[in-house]
């Protein structure tokens, strides 16, 4: 053995900072001793900076939120560290939606010592690892996780970690799950390099040539085509190549349940958000041709659907949704293809063949400009303030008015106003808007962290509704945001309650006894101070608003807070859920 301090963990983090991972989001128990002690050794070798940075999260939940939105800005995954099956147990929302978001994470927890009688360094020393010791800690996560496994030894750690990282890499991206029994992680090792070169991320997938000409052929001659799509602004720079494609064929575009900006909301072709839809969408049902291009739902079909013979066409980095059990989109082809070359290829086809046919162009673009239009009009009058209340559409209007010039990155986790937040907010900057893309509510309080980390030129406004400020473990993301000087500002759409369940009522139930008595317990009253519980834990500035006049003020008056270097919340009070 060489005189350098160096084992299983040494390794294991050594092989994170080689892959390019910057952040450990961390919450430690008794399975770490390894990782703790590498970290103080390499520290008093003058090591530190070849290891990754911990940040300590009192929450899981944070911890992986924040490792979440650090990947969607920049693409990188960062690891999180977890207690055995406990700490996993703690990750089961966060991680639902780093997988429904296909985003890159690296997730370590420790398994129990297999050892109790002293036979090995690492062994059984605490009562909490009997408890702890169950059948298939690797089982609780299996339903969220691109890979999973164990590392059995120091010596090929860092193969394991390079692996995973290419796995949770490649597209369709994804969390992958590690675990080390408490020996394992202790295994002195001869310290050796890892080769991340040889583990790169799977090149982007173009369309088959067939594939191209045939959507290109048939959006070129369609009489009313589409796009819808959802994610393809993942990757921001693909927004562009989707508008150029737009652009060329006079195609309008609809985003259905988007947690990207896909299509600057601005652009004459921008044909509307469909949300929780309650009804037909009329662009939807006219569509001859439809290019479903990066969408898991793009319609509702019990209540929103195309014409049976329009022809659909789906493009997708994951087209078959193997992921999800039920799901049924009948489309004419189904490609896995990257949607940026996809749309580059497509639109190149239609140039290089001219089968872009002006006059018909000319009278579309002209009646999508007009629908655009009336939309616009639309909600500038649903924006206005009346009779003293403040609406989803006037706060989210205040805040457009608040950001505009601003370098900001919103994190969208509002639920029912999340029409009024895409109509009224209108994003037009790829990756200006981030969604987790999941179904588990609770993310923004860790993910402005990691936002934050990952652009700390860039200001972080996270908006949400009170149900979902409460999931996110607030006392745990404040502190963080204070302790790793990432501020944010956190815009509550407060409405006292949890209005999805009520209004998932009304869709099943539009005139039962619920609905008649006005009684769907989603009220959250008496309300909890939110803002106080912010301040409590760390948080610079905390208000709470009613007045519809005085909520640009009390908006600017927390930006500045934040400009300042601590987070600030303001809960804005709208009608009752
Ligand atoms: C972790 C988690 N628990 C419960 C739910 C179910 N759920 C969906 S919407 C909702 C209400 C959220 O309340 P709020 O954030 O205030 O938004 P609102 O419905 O009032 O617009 C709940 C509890 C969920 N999605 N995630
Ligand atoms: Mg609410």
Redesign the pocket.
């Known amino acids: 053995m060489t005189e350098r301090y160096y084992t299983t963990s040494t390794a294991f983090l050594e092989a994170l900072a080689e892959a390019g991972v910057k952040y450990v989001f961390a919450n430690l128990g008794s399975d770490h001793p390894g990782l703790i002690e590498a970290l103080a050794q390499a520290k008093a070798e003058g090591r530190s900076g070849e290891l990754p940075r911990i940040i300590v999260c009192p929450h899981e939940t944070v911890a992986l939120s924040a490792a979440h939105a650090y990947a969607m800005v920049t693409g990188e995954p960062q690891a999180v560290v977890v207690h055995v099956d406990s700490g996993t147990q703690n990750i089961g ?1 966060a991680v639902n939606n780093a997988m429904r978001g296909r985003v890159p994470v690296l997730i370590f927890a420790g398994l129990v010592p297999f050892t109790q009688h002293g036979e090995l360094p690492g062994g059984r020393t605490e009562f909490i690892q009997w408890i702890q010791d169950v059948r298939d800690q690797r089982g609780i996560l299996r339903n969220y996780v691109k890979y999973d496994t164990e590392i059995r030894t120091g010596k090929n750690v860092k193969q394991l970690v390079h692996r995973a990282l290419q796995i949770a890499r490649s597209e369709p991206s994804g969390p992958v799950y590690l675990v080390g029994t408490r020996e394992v992680m202790e295994e002195p090792v001869e310290p050796y390099p890892g080769d991340p070169a040889g583990y790169g991320t799977v090149v982007p997938a173009a369309l088959a040539p067939e594939a191209v000409a045939e959507i290109a052929t048939a959006l070129a001659g369609a009489r009313h085509p589409l796009i819808v799509t959802s994610y393809l602004g993942r990757d921001p720079s693909a927004v562009q190549k989707l508008v150029e494609l737009a652009e060329l064929l006079a195609i309008p575009v609809v985003e259905a349940m988007a947690y990207h900006v896909n299509f600057p909301a601005g652009h004459p072709l921008h044909a509307g958000f469909q949300y929780h839809s309650v009804g037909q969408n009329p662009v939807l049902a006219e569509a001859d041709v439809i290019l479903v291009i990066d969408s898991d739902v793009p319609w509702i079909p019990a209540v929103n659907k195309p014409a049976p013979d329009a022809a659909i066409y789906y493009v997708d980095i994951d087209p078959l949704k193997s992921q999800i059990q039920l799901w049924d989109v009948p489309a004419r082809r189904f490609a896995a293809a990257n949607s940026k070359l996809a749309t580059e290829q497509i639109a190149q086809f239609v140039r290089v063949n001219g089968l872009a046919d002006e006059a018909a162009l000319a009278s579309r673009r002209a009646a999508a400009a007009a629908r655009h239009q009336r939309a616009l009009a639309a909600q500038e009058a649903a924006e206005q303030p009346a009779d003293g209340v403040i609406t989803a559409e006037y706060l989210t209007a205040c805040l457009r008015r608040l950001l505009d010039g601003e370098d900001a990155l919103v994190l969208h ?5 999340s029409r009024a937040v895409a109509e009224h907010l209108r994003p037009s900057r790829p990756g200006s808007v981030l969604h987790h893309g999941g ?4 993310w923004a309080g860790g993910a402005a962290v990691g936002a934050k980390l990952a652009c700390p030129e860039r200001t972080v406004v996270s908006l ?6 409460l ?1 996110s473990v607030p006392a745990s993301a404040f502190w963080v945001q204070r302790r790793y000087g990432t501020p944010a500002l956190t815009v509550v ?3 006292r ?7 998932s009522t009304l869709h099943v139930h539009p005139s039962g006894a619920a609905a008649a008595a006005d009684d769907f317990h ?1 009220s ?1 009253e008496p309300e909890v101070d939110l803002p106080a519980v912010a301040l409590a834990a760390g948080a610079g500035f905390g208000a709470a608003v009613s007045d519809p006049e005085e909520l640009p003020r009390v908006l600017k008056e927390a930006l500045e807070v934040v400009h300042a270097g601590r987070s600030a919340v303001v809960s804005v009070r709208l009608p009752r ?1």
């Open positions: 929302g986790e509002v639920v029912t106003s179904g588990y509510l609770g949400v509704g009170d149900g979902s400020f999931l759409y407060d409405n309650g949890w209005a999805g369940p009520k209004f989603v959250l859920a």
